[in-house]
């Protein structure tokens, strides 16, 4: 974000004229975008004018993590003094209160969220020789996760106007290998499972639910994260429930639960595994165990993350219909079954052809000189060199042949071009914003309606 130089004639210059151009276009193209206590008439801030926010109002967006001493430290506190900070019984009533939160039978915490998707994945059996369908509007971890277990991720189209992936698309993508689908409930948005679930019921397939964004969204009250063999969610520094780091899968599988348990300890028989494969060290493993410190804050966490996943849910709610009006801005759109969403992201389509051709990049810097902070979102995934280099590794070398390794088929075979678009085309806002309260949403909608009216005059002055 950089603001004009500064040259006081010059942006003198810059916010007269654009007033003018304001004059010009208000009420003869747009006449719905003054809508009444909306601030978009003056010039844009990164062309020299006073950036949406009320005059001398800073814009302070709600500061994350949050951690009110007060209450949050006590128990951690409590651990550090105990001098047990290895997993033991806080671990255990973290897990047990996410369970209860998410509505699963059983939860294995892990150090992270990538971990949390490789324990699943590996214990369902996924690895060498498999493909597991994903979709490539995701964070990178997801793709990792596959990778790590010698399966083949196997990229199907997003649909872009819920940024989830396409689920018409998945039946044309499996082949006698695939053997899982693991869906991403993007931005926090539910991907739809019922479609999903269906799909994979037909055809014999695995469902891991990589819920890493999606703490509490529902879809016909049902959590996400349930619908699937497994549901994986972090708690990473960023996330809606941040403890540092930490990860957790979730099951109704006891059984599987188990497996994982053991998995995240070294392989050390746990619960019906003792039964199953004997007391002691019995099952290839490695160690993911969370802390008790880091189950302490996130129980302390925990607390709060309904209200706020509620606030998140009216604030979007309302930010979207007010996105709606702009021309060239299409907000997120969710499935007819959400009941609720989790909001790690408020995502929309940027179309610059809408805004006199202004690149995305432009509209980002010029939104930001508003004094909102936003995001141009994911790069594409399915033909990025992490891929080539995993073919190219000894195990993957070993576990399949030249042919199934002929990396230029394998971008043939993925290309998702409704995704390519959308990586273009996408914009985001965090979570923290939308912990504001209405008028900061108001905000946002103007700060962006001024934009737009001015978008010719920002393209012109060439700003980064
Ligand atoms: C954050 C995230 C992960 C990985 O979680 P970490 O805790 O950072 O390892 C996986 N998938 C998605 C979609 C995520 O956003």
């Known amino acids: 974000m950089k603001k004009p130089a500064g ?16 004059a010009a276009i208000i009420g003869m193209n747009f006449p719905h975008l003054s809508s009444p206590g909306s601030r978009e008439t003056g010039a844009p801030a990164i062309l020299g004018g006073s950036p949406a926010w009320a005059p001398g109002q800073k814009p302070e967006w709600v500061k994350w993590p949050i951690w009110v001493p007060e209450t949050d430290e006590p128990r951690v506190l409590e651990v550090l003094r105990s001098g047990v900070w290895s997993e033991a019984k806080v671990v255990k009533e973290f897990e047990n209160a996410w369970a209860k939160t998410i509505g699963a039978r059983r939860c294995v915490t892990t150090v992270n969220g990538t971990n949390a998707l490789i324990c699943a994945l590996v214990n369902l059996d996924i690895g060498a020789g498999d493909e597991v369908i994903v979709p490539p509007y995701t964070f990178i971890a997801t793709i990792q996760a596959v990778l790590q277990t010698g399966a083949i991720p196997v990229f199907v189209d997003t649909d872009p106007e819920t940024f989830q992936i396409d689920a018409g698309k998945i039946e044309a993508s499996i082949t006698p290998r695939t053997r899982a689908i693991l869906p991403v409930h993007i931005a926090g948005l539910p991907a739809d499972m ?31 994260g349930t619908f699937g063999n497994a549901g994986c969610f972090s708690f990473q520094n960023s996330k809606n ?64 993350l309904d209200t706020q996943t509620t606030t998140r849910n009216e604030n979007a709610g309302y930010l979207r219909s007010r996105l709606m009006e702009i021309p060239g801005i299409t907000p997120y759109k969710l499935y007819d079954n959400v009941t609720r969403a989790a909001f790690h ?120």
């Open 345 to 464: 992201l408020f995502p929309f389509r940027y179309e610059k052809n809408e805004f006199a051709g202004l690149p995305k990049a432009g509209f980002l810097s010029a939104l930001r000189a508003e004094g909102v902070p936003c995001s141009g979102g994911y790069d594409t995934l399915n033909d990025k060199p992490f891929i080539r280099h995993a073919f190219q590794t000894k195990n993957f070398k070993k576990m399949y042949s030249e042919t199934e390794l002929d990396y230029n088929k394998f971008l043939e075979r993925n290309q998702c071009p409704e995704n390519d678009r959308l990586c273009q085309e996408a914009v985001w806002f965090t979570q923290n914003l939308l912990l504001g309260s209405k008028t900061d949403m108001d905000y946002i909608a103007s700060a962006i309606e001024k934009i737009h009216k001015n978008a010719g005059k920002i393209k012109k002055t060439d700003q980064k």
């Open 241 to 304: 429930i941040p403890i540092g780091e930490g990860g957790a899968v979730v099951s109704d599988d006891e059984t599987f639960i188990d497996r994982c348990v053991s998995y995240h300890n070294f392989g050390i028989s746990y619960g019906s595994m003792v039964d199953k494969m004997g007391p002691g060290i019995t099952m290839i493993g490695t160690k993911l165990r969370l802390t008790e410190y880091q189950a302490a804050m996130g129980l302390a966490q925990l607390k709060r």
């Open 194 to 224: 019922e479609q999903i679930t269906a799909i994979a019921k037909r055809h014999n397939l695995v469902v891991v639910e990589d819920a890493c964004q999606a703490w509490l969204a529902e879809i016909n009250h049902k959590k996400v």
């Open 7 to 22: 040259n006081y004639s010059r942006r003198k210059f810059i916010i007269q004229n654009s007033l003018a151009g304001t």
